[in-house]
T-cell receptor
Framework: AQTVTQSQPEMSVQEAETVTLSCTYD???????LFWYKQPPSRQMILVIR??????QNATENRFSVNFQKAAKSFSLKISDSQLGDAAMYFC???????????????FGKGTKLTVNP | DAGVIQSPRHEVTEMGQEVTLRCKPI?????LFWYRQTMMRGLELLIY????????DSGMPEDRFSAKMPNASFSTLKIQPSEPRDSAVYFC???????????FGPGTRLLVL
């Protein structure tokens, strides 16, 4: 079974600075997707960024980018120019790819609580 | 476009009562997922549907839990009888294609006393 590990329960960053959240995963599959979701105090789960395992290029979305290291099974999230609104729980998630078959569920890590200090 | 809609947003009930959670997926999406979030276990899948058919219900904890999707725009998750350990936030999510991004509803916070 696939597992996702987020080793940092909590992180903090100063406003306008850069922070990196870590995620590692364990799988024997070659085709899969990885996601970062944000959960602010409102509890809403919001997609931040998505990476297809077959793509070598790291995904970016404005101030958010990932460092995807397939061989190391590592998928970190970098937030640049941190803003107060970035404060939230961040969850790393894994999904089996379309050519792999099997369940399409998301497997989540335990989350990292990010605090942004003014 | 409206996102995934869940109701109620909050539910407080007493042990032994029946609880019904409702979900309306994004129009046109043919995958619907039910997740549960607790402090102890984090976020975990309960069940998901494709074209209204249950595909994977391996996460449903026990027979007290049941889920239905009578049509493409509505799903229910029912707990009968409810127990205090069922207290959690229940999320519904939908996706428009296989292995596609899942879009989450606002969740239902359930408290069973």
């Amino acid at each position: 079974a696939q597992t996702v590990t987020q080793s940092q329960p909590e992180m903090s960053v100063q406003e306008a600075e850069t922070v990196t959240l870590s995620c590692t995963y364990d799988t024997s599959e070659s085709d899969y997707y990885l996601f970062w979701y944000k959960q602010p105090p409102s509890r809403q789960m919001i997609l931040v960024i998505r990476q297809e395992a077959y793509k070598q290029q790291n995904a970016t979305e404005n101030r958010f980018s990932v460092n995807f290291q397939k061989a190391a099974k590592s998928f970190s999230l970098k937030i640049s120019d941190s803003q107060l609104g970035d404060a939230a729980m961040y969850f790393c998630a894994y999904s089996t790819g379309r050519f792999q078959g099997g369940s399409e569920k998301l497997v989540f890590g335990k989350g990292t609580k990010l605090t942004v200090n003014p | 476009d409206a996102g995934v809609i869940q109701s109620p947003r909050h539910e407080v009930t007493e042990m032994g009562q029946e609880v019904t959670l409702r979900c309306k997926p994004i129009s046109g999406h043919d995958y619907l997922f039910w997740y549960r979030q607790t402090m102890m276990r984090g976020l975990e899948l309960l069940i998901y549907f494709n074209n209204n058919v249950p595909i994977d219900d391996s996460g449903m904890p026990e027979d007290r839990f049941s889920a239905k999707m009578p049509n493409a725009s509505f799903s229910t998750l029912k707990i009968q009888p409810s127990e205090p350990r069922d207290s959690a936030v229940y999320f519904c999510a939908s996706s428009g294609q296989g292995r596609g991004t899942q879009y989450f509803g606002p969740g239902t916070r359930l408290l069973v006393l």
